[in-house]
């Protein structure tokens, strides 16, 4: 496997400068957005934009800047940041290698989020939540509400198919909000599927088809939840929608 690249540039007199070292700072990350860019297209990049600068106002050249950075050709995982020491990164990486399946397993710990509604500032919590569910093979953690209901896990939103009908966790659960679950969403809306906002237990997936979505990976299907439910999967369905979300990719360029 080719190694990842992984550059670093910091906003400054109107213009991206490349870094060759690594800043040593007090500050926190407050804003964050990364998404998939393949040969110069992106799913929802629109959406993408709104949400960073709802969260880093006053980032529209830094924005602007760093998309057209981005190179036109190959497999690119961009992200842009604002500390909490005014400064705006953009780091140019090259896309990991992209999956349609994980496993997962239950947090059962005291939610680590501080923000949940933005991205950003918990990255490196929902990283140690990550590396505590690999620790258990899984690939990544499910946080539960107070009441046990699954909101979100430490990387992806999750839907789940009961039937015909698309499910998600209620609105007002606090959580981020996920581009690529807006995305299919609106879509399925578009095409006249069924939505469905419900609270559940994990146990209470028993049997459903599990999602989970990211703008790295799209959606994915649950293929095991460590003592958890049991997902089922219908065959087709995944690539379907995987390949109707493709459809709806632009380019970025202006």
């Not at 057209?68 to 842009?80: C, M, N």
């Not at 140019?92 to 680590?112: F, I, K, N, V, Y």
């Not at 946080?143 to 990387?155: C, R, T």
């Not at 703008?215 to 109707?244: C, K, S, Y």
Request: hydrophobic share 45%; proline share 6%; aromatic share 8%.
């Amino acid at each position: 496997m080719a190694s990842l690249v992984a550059d670093v540039f910091r906003w400054g007199d109107g213009a991206l400068h490349q870094l060759d070292y690594c800043e040593m700072t007090d500050a926190t990350l407050t804003a964050a957005d990364s998404w998939l860019v393949t040969d110069g297209t992106a799913l929802a990049l629109d959406l993408h934009r709104s949400r960073f600068l709802d969260a880093a106002p006053g980032g529209e050249e830094f924005w602007d800047a760093a998309i057209a950075a981005i190179p036109s050709e190959g497999d690119w995982f961009p992200r842009v940041e604002q500390h909490s020491d005014g400064r705006f990164l953009f780091r140019q990486r090259s896309a990991p290698e992209l999956r349609r399946s994980l496993a997962l397993t239950t947090h059962r710990g005291a939610d680590p989020r501080r923000v949940p509604a933005v991205k950003g500032p918990d990255l490196d919590a929902m990283r140690r939540l990550r590396t505590l569910a690999q620790d258990e093979g899984a690939d990544e953690a499910v946080i539960l509400s107070p009441d046990g209901y699954v909101v979100e896990s430490s990387q992806s939103a999750i839907a789940w198919w009961r039937g015909s009908i698309l499910c998600t966790a209620p609105a007002e659960f606090a959580r981020c909000d996920s581009v690529t679950a807006r995305s299919l969403l609106t879509l399925a809306q578009a095409l006249g599927v069924d939505l469905l906002e419900e609270a559940v237990t994990p146990a209470e997936l028993d049997g459903t088809e599990i999602w989970a979505l990211n703008a790295l990976h799209g959606p994915r299907i649950v293929t095991r939840w460590i003592d958890g439910p049991q997902p089922a999967e219908l065959p087709g369905r995944l690539t379907l929608w995987r390949e109707r979300l493709a459809r709806l990719r632009h380019g970025i360029a202006a």
